[in-house]
């Protein structure tokens, strides 16, 4: 096969369809309909995500078979009494007609991954899939039926935006729909939006950008104003790939870009991660009441700190692939960017869905300056402040894993409010209303560790510390020269045994002889059997205790007799 000529006349869509070909929109490649059809609709040689239609969404991502859609009343269908160059009612008509729909959204319920689903999912082809009061009635009835059944809600939104024949009644169903997603979120209900192409306008700025997780299609273009009304307004020059998915990721706007064809196992992954609760049948054998081995308490805080910076020391990332069961990464902000330095999502471990969250550093030089050495910007910790309102919001327990030299300290950082990044969510942790596992994995550097140990219960690994500052910075402060740094190791005693001696820490996890860069799978079993235990723990506690005896333990540290400072009658 090949492209065809550019001086060639095209040959007519109706005699290509005619004839089971497809033009691919993007690259020009004249398809095989049986064989687009067998590849998802997705250009084998470009990559080409093609439109599909509200029903073939629905078989692609629901268990076979499991579909049953609701049927809503009709409402007025021209409130304005409109027309353009033609009637609306008639627009409405031939939308019916060429689409197979009623209107731009369908609504059902069906199983995914066998787990029962609401599931609204938009058609394109029903005039560019624009909201009108139709459409805002049925995302909020579907909204209204998860909520009345208790059922999370899959939303597949693709639409240009408000229905313009509608009016102002139109503009008011972002509003609708969003009051209708806010009980939603307010009920503890999962809700996740696939973003196709393209979706703009009162849809992106309302329900499609308001589901707990957001999940953008391959390619999708997604925005508030389209590019054409962009350039037509401000006259910008936009970048190649503004909009698109892909540009939504490293902005921190979604949680995740997925091929077409890993749609339906994400979602089946995150119903699951969503729904599951702590069954006793369901907990490994190996992950009951196990005795660690003891722990070295007399090494040397230097040796400490050195084995703690060891390029080949397991990371986050390393730790969740093999301590955990499963784990499915949420990306960005919501607001600026996705910090690579900061990893967090939904995981699994011992039977219990979490929230785990921690400083990457990676291993390669190159992914290592890709994560700035574990050092967060403030978009990190404010992926962190979205992943505690996530777990809160679902009752899933907390799980960090620390370890940085420290918050980044750069120019940019600054701008974007650093201080108060890291002060947010350390205050923010300190009142959540569900349980915080901490675990210092390797470095805890000042502030930015912190961040992530204020907790109900801090477990610090053998060859793992936390302090003030480097030792390097305090040697070069207070000796002048950060030569004395081991001096200033020693003086400041860091490690494991001086953070559990002192009540900082509540338990240390032992390590492979050598440290867990030696054997990262032993270290790995060491680390999820203690995060188990006090994770069985510690979720036995109900709110109101959690937060008194959190506030309890921070007044017990540095107090001579254990009791906090009380004012005294003068």
Not at 36 to 64: G, W
Not at 92 to 110: F, K, P, Q
Not at 475 to 486: D, E, K, S, V
Request: overall charge negative.
């Amino acid at each position: 096969m090949t492209r065809s000529s550019p001086t060639a006349a095209p040959p007519a869509p109706g005699a290509l369809e005619q004839a089971g070909w497809v033009c691919c929109p993007d690259c020009g490649w004249l398809l095989y309909r049986k064989r687009l059809d067998r590849n998802l609709h997705v250009c084998p040689e470009c990559d080409h995500h093609l439109r599909l239609s509200a029903r073939a969404r629905i078989v692609l991502l629901t268990d076979p078979g499991s579909f049953s859609e609701v049927a809503f009343q009709p409402g007025a269908p021209d409130p304005l009494t409109f027309t353009d160059l033609r009637e609306y009612p008639d627009r409405l008509a031939d939308a019916a007609r060429r689409s197979g729909e009623s209107e731009a959204v369908v609504v059902g319920i069906a199983r995914i991954g066998g787990a029962e689903t609401v599931v609204a999912v938009m058609d394109f082809a029903f005039l560019g899939g624009s909201m009108g009061v139709e459409v805002g009635r049925r995302v909020s009835g579907a909204a209204e039926l998860a909520l009345d059944r208790g059922l999370p809600l899959v939303t597949v939104c693709a639409s240009g935006g408000a229905r313009m024949q509608e009016g102002v009644f139109s503009l008011f169903q972002m509003a609708r729909v969003s009051e209708a997603f806010g009980r939603l979120r307010e009920a503890g209900l999962l809700s996740v939006a696939v973003l196709t192409d393209p979706t703009y306008g009162g849809v992106s700025a309302s329900f499609a950008t308001l589901a707990s997780v957001l999940v953008g299609e391959r390619g999708a273009h997604v925005g508030f104003a389209g590019p054409r009304v962009v350039q037509e307004t401000i006259r910008a020059e936009l970048p190649a790939d503004f909009q698109t998915a892909e540009f939504l990721l490293a902005h921190g706007l979604v949680d995740r870009v997925e091929t077409r064809a890993d749609l339906r196992p994400l979602l089946v992954r995150l119903l699951a991660l969503h729904g599951a609760g702590v069954r006793a049948d369901e907990l490994p054998e190996d992950d009951g009441d196990v005795e660690l081995p003891a722990v070295e308490e007399d090494a040397d805080p230097w040796d400490v700190v050195q084995r703690a910076r060891v390029v080949d020391r397991p990371t986050t990332l390393d730790y969740l692939r093999t301590a955990f069961d499963d784990f499915v990464e949420l990306h960005g902000d919501r607001a600026f960017a996705d910090d690579a330095a900061v990893v967090g999502g939904i995981a699994s471990i011992g039977g219990r869905t979490v929230v785990a969250i921690g400083h990457e550093k990676g291993h390669s030089v190159r992914d290592r300056v890709a994560r700035n050495f574990g050092m967060p910007h403030p978009e990190g910790y404010r992926k962190v402040l979205r992943l505690l309102d996530h777990a809160e919001a679902f009752g899933f327990p907390v799980v960090t894993l620390v370890d940085t030299p420290g918050a980044h300290p750069g120019p940019e950082a600054e701008e974007r409010g650093q201080s108060h990044a890291i002060a947010e969510t350390i205050m923010r942790s300190s009142r959540l209303r569900v349980p915080v596992v901490a675990v210092v994995t390797g470095e805890g550097g000042s502030g930015g560790a912190l961040a992530l140990c204020t907790s109900d219960r801090l477990l610090v690994l053998q060859n793992a510390y936390l302090s003030v500052i480097s030792p390097e910075g305090c040697a070069a402060i207070l000796w002048r020269t950060a030569l004395a740094a081991p001096t200033a190791a020693r003086a400041m005693r860091l490690g494991a045994a001086h953070l559990r001696a002192s009540g900082i820490a509540t338990s240390v996890v032992p390590e492979p002889p050598g440290g867990a860069h030696t054997d990262p799978a032993a270290a790995a079993r060491l680390l999820r059997q203690a995060l188990v235990r006090e994770l069985d723990d510690v979720c036995r506690l109900d709110a109101a205790t959690l937060l008194d005896t959190r506030s309890r333990r921070l007044d017990r540290i540095g107090s001579d007799d254990g009791r906090p400072l009380q004012p005294v009658e003068g």
